[in-house]
């Protein structure tokens, strides 16, 4: 199994700051990556798939970078409605695995 | 629209049954690989199976292999998903979701299972 290792697990930042968020695969995924946004409540929103593909109506100052076993999702200036928990997610031979979480916070 | 809507969820004690439900519409639901994705109350993101269009593959979790079943019908644009032998660690929203492209594009809102006595 493929095992994602998100960090940092909690993110401190202000409004109009830039966002890095990091997750390193256990092994290669290829470019088989995609990023999640999570707010209280709701359902997870896809970002990006396939590592660096906006999905539709994402904002351009999401983007996604990475392959093999490092990628990374950068917010380049954030709004107030980005602070929420953030999941990247594999899949390998059909299945799929997440990251246990970024919660990005309001500093 | 996609929409995605699950329903089934509920109180269940543990060793029980539960069979939820996710009616699709607003796109061609046969086309569409879907999956089961849970979340235990304050925890993070678990996908739990997965089904081909056809429904000729199944993938699961180790964690639900043999008492988790999932299928479709195309016919009712429909997903299911028949969990036996409940225990306590299956509590959690459990959401419906559409897969593309290595990803999962649409969710539901999600449907609540808790296991207790």
């Known amino acids: 199994e493929i095992v994602l290792t998100q960090s940092p697990a909690t993110l401190s930042l202000s409004p109009g700051e830039r966002a890095t968020l990091s997750c390193r695969a256990s092994?290669?995924?290829?470019?088989?990556l995609a990023w999640y946004q999570q707010k209280p409540g709701q359902a997870p929103r896809l970002l990006i798939y396939?590592?660096?593909n906006r999905a539709t109506g994402i904002p351009a100052r999401f983007s996604g970078s990475g392959s093999g076993t490092d990628f990374t999702l950068t917010i380049s200036s954030l709004e107030p409605e980005d602070f929420a928990v953030y999941y990247c997610q594999q899949r390998s031979n059909w299945m799929y695995t997440f990251g246990q979480g970024t919660k990005l916070e309001i500093k | 629209e996609v929409q995605l809507v699950e329903s089934g969820g509920g109180l269940v004690q543990p060793g029980g049954s539960l069979r939820l439900s996710c009616a699709a519409s607003g796109f061609t639901f046969s086309s569409y690989w879907m999956s089961w994705v849970r979340q235990a109350p304050g925890k993070g993101l678990e996908w739990v199976a997965n089904i081909k269009q056809d429904g000729s593959e199944k993938y699961y979790v180790d964690s639900v292999k043999g008492r988790f079943t999932i299928s479709r019908d195309n016919a009712k644009n429909s997903l299911y998903l028949q969990m036996n032998s409940l225990r306590a660690e299956d509590t959690a929203v459990y959401y419906c979701?559409?897969?593309?492209?290595?990803?999962?594009?649409?969710w539901g809102q999600g449907t609540l299972v808790t296991v207790s006595s």
């Open positions: 979701a559409r897969d593309l492209d290595n990803s999962a594009d649409y």
């Open positions: 396939d590592a660096s």
């Open positions: 092994q290669s995924v290829s470019s088989y």
